[in-house]
């Protein structure tokens, strides 16, 4: 990028020049590490507008962050700040984690066991399930545990991926008749969405590549507060271009 067409965009955007710089970085991965309110967002959101401006085709970017609040406001100032460019109704994938594998998973919900119709499952819901299953087992009292505990390690071991196979606890049957009982009922909960894409992109690669092959840019917002699951989600669809 010229001298002057950096000093433009830092004049419209009032970035400074660390910030400038992250906007502007050519090809290959990039980390931006800087304080609370110190506008790791905004720089974010002009390093999409800026890739646009680019000639990037905006549905080969995705932004990913932790709240609809953020998505909302990133895509209202993508629109705005692009709006001269005539897109044709193309616009970059701007989402949560979670809005995100769910796109995915309502293109390939037969891969694990489910149909495009899917439910998602909030935490009632869950814990509903959950108490049926305990009540089904009738648990003796030196086995029974609390809902909100279950709950929490059932998150558990979707969040860090874990492998169940084998094990014959309580936790892990009661675990296991859960996840039947969410394919009985073609739903997936929170979890699942992020826990089962990861899961399927490492066993069917050829599904893998389908969706990497859609992005040539991935940016992922508050990067620091990511977990193992959501982490390895990112790191399997940045391995083709490695641009994140």
């Not at 965009?9 to 609370?36: F, N, R």
Request: aromatic share 6%; with cysteine; hydrophobic share 35%.
């Amino acid at each position: 990028m010229s001298e002057k067409s950096s000093d433009i965009e830092k004049s419209a955007t009032k970035l400074s020049d660390s910030q400038i710089e992250a906007v502007t970085w050519g090809s290959g991965p990039l980390l931006v590490t800087a304080g609370a309110g110190s506008g790791k967002t905004r720089t974010l959101t002009q390093r999409v507008i800026h890739l646009i401006n680019a000639g990037i085709a905006p549905e080969r970017i995705v932004a990913i962050t932790f709240t609809n609040k953020a998505a909302d406001e990133m895509k209202e100032r993508i629109t705005k700040e692009v709006k001269k460019i005539n897109l044709k109704g193309r616009t970059p994938l701007v989402g949560t984690f979670h809005s995100f594998a769910a796109k995915i998973l309502r293109e390939e919900a037969r891969g694990v066991g489910r149909s495009r119709g899917f439910l998602i499952f909030d935490d009632d819901d869950s814990k509903r399930v959950i108490k049926k299953i305990i009540k089904e087992m009738d648990l003796p009292e030196n086995k029974r545990l609390s809902l909100p505990s279950i709950r929490k390690e059932i998150s558990r071991i979707k969040v860090e991926l874990e492998d169940t196979d084998g094990s014959v606890d309580t936790i892990h049957e009661i675990f296991r008749r859960y996840e039947e009982a969410l394919i009985e009922q073609n739903a997936f909960d929170f979890d699942d969405l992020i826990e089962k894409c990861v899961r399927l992109f490492s066993a069917k690669k050829s599904i893998l590549e389908k969706h990497a092959n859609r992005y040539d840019y991935i940016l992922v917002d508050e990067y620091q507060d990511i977990n193992t699951m959501q982490y390895l989600l990112i790191k399997l669809l940045a391995e083709k271009h490695k641009n994140i």
